[in-house]
């Protein structure tokens, strides 16, 4: 049975299922166009989106903002989220239960949403996606298929905001992603003039 995104955030918002949800100011579920063709999943809301219950508004969102208007879009234009759904203390890495209580919710996302791109942002996200020994430095910017969605695994912005030397890597990796939503786009209208 399908879920609606209604039961989907008010099953998130009444979440007791891992002790995160004890510390938090508010759950963040995700925001923006829910029929997207590009997802972006993060690892977990930091100060900011826990104050403001929206996903990447803080600095890193700041640039992500930014990274997706390089691309031609708007945060209107994608579906943005996170691994999991409340802020783990100290903005620390989510471990593997807080991200296994949460991974229900992000697949009902993704099924909702049905993108044909999703790009990973950080090792948490590809970790918890791909498979748990993935490293971000040696695997980033390979395209990865699983049931007909594209993933693309990419440094995550608080990662660009620490070491810039890494943005130019992650904008390859974006590049690539501009080029695949192209040429999906082009093969759904009619690629195949070989008649």
């Known amino acids: 049975m399908r879920v609606s995104w209604q039961s989907l955030y008010e099953e998130i ?7 995160l949800c004890r510390q938090i100011h508010n759950k963040v579920p995700g925001q923006g166009d829910v029929h997207a063709k590009l997802m972006f999943i993060g690892e977990g ?31 209107d234009d994608v579906y943005i989220c ?13 471990d593997a239960a807080e991200a296994a209580a949460c991974l229900p919710y992000l697949r009902q996302q993704v099924a909702l949403v049905k993108p044909k791109v999703i790009v990973l942002l950080g090792s948490t996200a590809a ?8 490293r971000i430095t040696r695997e980033r910017g390979m395209w990865i ?22 943005k130019r890597d992650a904008w390859n990796d974006l590049k690539r992603v501009m080029a695949k939503l192209k040429e999906l786009e082009a093969n759904e209208n009619g690629g195949s003039e070989s008649v």
Request: contains cysteine.
């Open 45 to 75: 809301p930091g100060a900011d989106e826990d104050m403001q219950g929206l996903a990447f508004v803080g600095k890193a969102g700041q640039l992500l903002t930014k990274m997706i208007s390089a691309m031609g879009m708007t945060r």
């Open 82 to 94: 996170n691994v999991v759904k409340c802020r783990p203390p100290q903005n620390r890495v989510p």
């Open 145 to 166: 298929e699983k049931k007909g969605v594209w993933f693309m695994p990419t440094y995550h912005p608080a990662a660009l905001l620490r070491d810039e030397s890494k």
């Open 127 to 134: 970790k918890t996606l791909i498979r748990e020994d993935f």
């Open 13 to 19: 918002n009444n979440c007791q299922k891992c002790d």
